[in-house]
């Protein structure tokens, strides 16, 4: 039997000259001419007919079936125990990161490291930011470049499974709705690269449509101590963002400004389920939990530049993996240092390097340790074949289905096929430790959502959209469909 410490940790926050307040800054909504006049941009920063993930059409309380065929003369007697990992794809490090105040860099410099896509080399004199727009139509800032590859860990089968952040949003303010400029080829002046005051739906959009997560965060109310007050704008910035995302739903809250009030609020807002705090929180032990952890405020540290993260990384690697801590980072701005910080973390616990490392948000997280807890498992052997099922819980606001199983006392040269029920729409499998694992998916558009992306790849043929095409149908389960798919990228 597993056991949970939850040992109140007193973490404190360190003031860093690379982070900003949480206090809300003007938008640079255009750019100037001589006179120092602001000329208004055209409003090309529309969210309409944006693709953006069903979901609110999400299932949850699915069953899977998995139907694992053994070779003939190969069959097993007695029905071998499954299990479910304290991390997905049996990794023994976890680390997530959150940003804080709804920040530009979250999309321009995070997003965008994790996805091989161009950051800015963060000049001391003048620092560039750029949205969603700008990079379709490769309007970029200069002196801009890219890591030469996606940042990740592989889910234990050589696939890879990218890094996932959260960032918290705004939705009460209107800067999230601000319109952008684009304007390849133009250089007398860079004005549409300086910094907005945050993140902008469609960047948001992009975001999500990644695995990234979302937070509650600083809310648009002078009466930030009132907790009926803080629960209004709640519900308000709920409702707002469940419209601008697609039904979806945020259930993550970081504690803003070491403000306990918005804590006892979370309590009283029931599709809060997760929460994040620097002060009187709890220490994560990946390998001790044994409660679904709801509504339970987990510890995060903010550091004073990237590379202090590198040191809090090894020694928790360093850990015996039953007794290693989470590593979760709280930030509000990032530049090409916390890039290469993610480059570090994949060359050296990701997958080019130990792949020791699950890197989810703490949104993933919070589901998949739910659904580990929750989830019911059922096996039974019928001649030649071994049936595994998994009845998910019933869960509001889940968008993370997914599950890794073990299975003791088999190997993959006695097993002729391994194929599921439609629930499942992502499977990857091999040898483990002394049996078997198995990754399974059930995310009900995966393959809606994989076809989004090959369609872009082929309106604009890049190597960019290529590695993001390919990336998003290798999470489907192999069928005549997926096939196809790889088939239209010249892959099959």
Not at 186 to 199: A, Q
Request: glycine share 6%.
């Amino acid at each position: 039997m597993r056991q949970i410490i939850y040992t109140k940790a007193i973490l404190i926050t360190l003031g860093c000259t690379l982070f900003s307040s949480c206090l809300k800054k003007d938008l640079y909504s255009g750019s100037k001419n001589e006179d120092e006049k602001e000329v208004s941009p055209p409003d090309n920063g529309g969210n309409t007919n944006r693709y953006s993930y069903p979901f609110g059409e999400e299932k949850t309380g699915q069953e899977a079936e998995l139907i694992i065929e053994f070779h003939s003369g190969q069959g097993i007697i007695h029905t071998p125990t499954v299990s479910i990992p304290p991390l997905k794809y049996n990794k023994s490090l976890l680390f997530m990161l959150t940003h804080d105040d709804c920040k530009q860099s979250a999309f321009s410099m995070t997003w965008a490291a994790i996805n091989g896509k161009p950051v800015d080399r963060s000049d001391i004199k003048r620092k560039y930011y750029y949205d969603i727009e700008h990079l379709e139509a490769d309007d970029l800032p200069p002196n801009s470049y890219a890591l030469g590859k996606t940042l990740g860990s592989t889910d234990g089968f050589g696939n890879e499974v990218r890094f996932h952040f959260t960032t918290t949003l705004a939705p009460e303010w209107d800067f999230m709705d601000a319109p952008t400029v684009v304007k390849k080829g133009f250089t007398e002046n860079f004005f549409r690269f300086y910094m907005k005051s945050g993140l902008r739906w469609n960047n948001v959009v992009e975001m999500v449509n990644d695995g990234n997560a979302i937070a509650f965060h600083d809310l648009n109310t002078v009466a930030v101590n009132n907790v009926d007050s803080l629960i209004r704008h709640f519900d308000r910035a709920q409702q707002i963002s469940n419209k601008r995302l697609s039904g979806r739903n945020i259930k993550f809250l970081a504690e803003p400004n070491g403000n306990r009030s918005y804590l006892k609020a979370a309590l009283g807002f029931p599709a809060i389920q997760t929460i994040t705090a620097q002060n009187s929180a709890d220490k994560l032990i990946p390998y001790q939990v044994n409660s679904s952890l709801y509504q339970k405020t987990l510890a995060r540290v903010f550091v004073n530049q990237a590379a202090e993260v590198e040191k809090l990384v090894n020694d928790a690697a360093g850990q015996d993996a039953a007794n290693r801590e989470a590593v979760h980072i709280g930030v509000h701005e990032t530049d090409h240092d916390w890039a290469q910080l993610l480059l570090w973390l994949n060359n050296t616990y990701g997958k080019d390097g130990k792949d020791i490392l699950w890197f989810p948000s703490q949104e993933e997280y919070y589901e998949y340790n739910y659904n580990r807890q929750n989830s019911v498992i059922s096996s039974r052997i019928e001649g030649n074949k071994l049936i595994v099922k998994v009845k998910f819980p019933s869960q509001p606001d889940f968008y993370y289905p997914a599950l890794t199983l073990n299975i003791n006392g088999l190997q993959m040269y006695n097993i002729k096929s391994i194929s599921s029920n439609e629930t499942v729409t992502g499977l990857t499998y091999g040898n483990f430790d002394r049996g078997i694992s198995i990754n399974i998916d059930c995310r009900r558009f995966i393959q809606e959502h994989a076809t989004q992306y090959v369609n872009r790849y082929l309106s604009k043929k890049s190597a960019a959209n290529l590695l993001d095409a390919k990336y998003h149908v290798n999470a489907l389960k192999d069928s005549q469909e997926k096939r196809n798919l790889l088939s239209k990228l010249g892959l099959e």
